[in-house]
């Protein structure tokens, strides 16, 4: 929709690797990726900061920023204000964007705190994934969003389907102050890498990462297997497994952990039979 813009990206990614990066990489966007922790979060916040004045000077038309799923944007107008005399060209905050994942939201809110502030800050709300609820769930959802953000435009969709020019010009910044991110170093989710330069066999892969789904957060990734290259994307009890036709450097698993550092013995015991000393972990 924007082939005739020149565009920017910021994608970031809580663990060490960037999946999403690879989704979205396509000729004439110029793209930062940052990694291992959500740009609200002091951990890499200064990176943030140092990319968003640097694509300041590139003349871009948009500048779209892609942040982690488990990422609180509540001081982000307040990050804007604050570079405003280092960029070289001012940006116009439009506002963020919130995805809702019909299928999960209601089960993650309460754990998560930053799913309520994701919906609290939105200018416009996406509600995705509702051909896998009922009309029921479906309207607990908005409900809930509705009495959070009462100002934000909604739109229920499918593979996010969505007019984003329509969107962007919908878009709605809640009367609310900034506050701090609630995204800090010691509440940011363990996250595991499973890497290897072998091939691996996809139906042991396939069973393994099913058996880590209820106590993960997300699971995504590319897999070189007997089958060639696999993207593999996981959110509780769905997995989707699709060819990918770029063949991938090596095989590179993010597991963002729901029960904390216990991942690591799961994970350690899952991978056993044909998958032993075929697959690596990095935290």
Known sequence: EFSDEKIGVIVNEFGQISIDGSLVEKEGIKMTELTNGSIF????????????????????????????????????????????????APYDYRGSVCVVDAETFLDYYDLLPALHQQVAYSGGTIVNKVDLVDEDKLSDILDK??????????????????EFHKLIDELRI??????????????????????????VPRKALEAFLHDLMETSYRIKGFANTEDGTIYISGVKNHMEI??????????EIVIISAVGIR?????????????????????
């Open 41 to 88: 979060c002091a951990c890499i916040k200064d990176n943030f900061i140092s990319s968003l004045i640097a694509l300041s000077k590139e003349d871009i038309s948009y500048l779209f920023i892609e942040a982690s799923g488990l990422a609180d944007p509540a001081s982000m107008s307040q990050i804007i204000r604050g570079i405003s005399s280092q960029i070289t």
């Open 145 to 162: 969003i509705t009495s959070i953000n009462a100002s934000s435009p909604i739109y229920v969709t499918t593979y996010c389907n969505v």
């Open 174 to 199: 809640p009367d609310k102050p900034d506050e701090e991110s609630s995204n800090t170093v010691e509440s940011r989710p363990k996250t595991f890498v499973l890497t290897s330069d072998k091939i």
């Open 242 to 251: 699709l060819p990918w036709e770029e063949p991938a450097t090596k095989t």
């Open 263 to 283: 991942m690591m013995s799961m994970i350690t015991n899952g991978l056993k039979g044909e998958l032993k000393d075929i697959l690596n972990i990095t935290l």
